[in-house]
Nanobody, 121 residues
Framework: EVQLQASGGGLVQPGGSLRLSCAASGFTFSSYGMSWVRQAPGEELERVASITNGGTTTTYTESVKGRFTISRDNTKNTLYLQMTSLKPEDTAVYYC??????????????RGQGTQVTVSS
């Protein structure tokens, strides 16, 4: 059974930083691309960042480019999202998602429990 547990969210002031982590189990982590997706209240789910299975290629939605960095440690079965220069519009529940293949743009197939990120003064 695929299990994905995100953590590291919280309340942060605009301009602040947070680092999210996602502990993965139940599948061969190093074989699959991964993504961070988020959902703000009343909004559609949005794919924020994605990474190939080997971690060599990443992609970001335009609104977070230059501020967020996705990475992974395949020895620890863990996915990360470093978020800097946070803005109120980054407020959302953040989820990690396992992709269909090792390719970073493939379809998400599983999404775990999320972590709330609130950016407010």
């Amino acid at each position: 059974e695929v299990q994905l547990q995100a953590s590291g969210g919280g309340l942060v002031q605009p301009g602040g930083s947070l680092r999210l982590s996602c502990a993965a189990s139940g599948f061969t982590f190093s074989s699959y691309g991964m993504s961070w997706v988020r959902q703000a209240p009343g909004e559609e789910l949005e794919r924020v960042a994605s990474i190939t299975n080997g971690g060599t290629t990443t992609t970001y939605t335009e609104s977070v480019k230059g501020r967020f960095t996705i990475s992974r440690d395949n020895t620890k079965n863990t996915l990360y999202l470093q978020m800097t220069s946070l803005k109120p519009e980054d407020t959302a529940v953040y989820y990690c998602a396992k992709l269909l293949t090792g390719y970073h743009l493939s379809t998400p197939t599983d999404r775990g429990q999320g972590t709330q990120v609130t950016v407010s003064s």
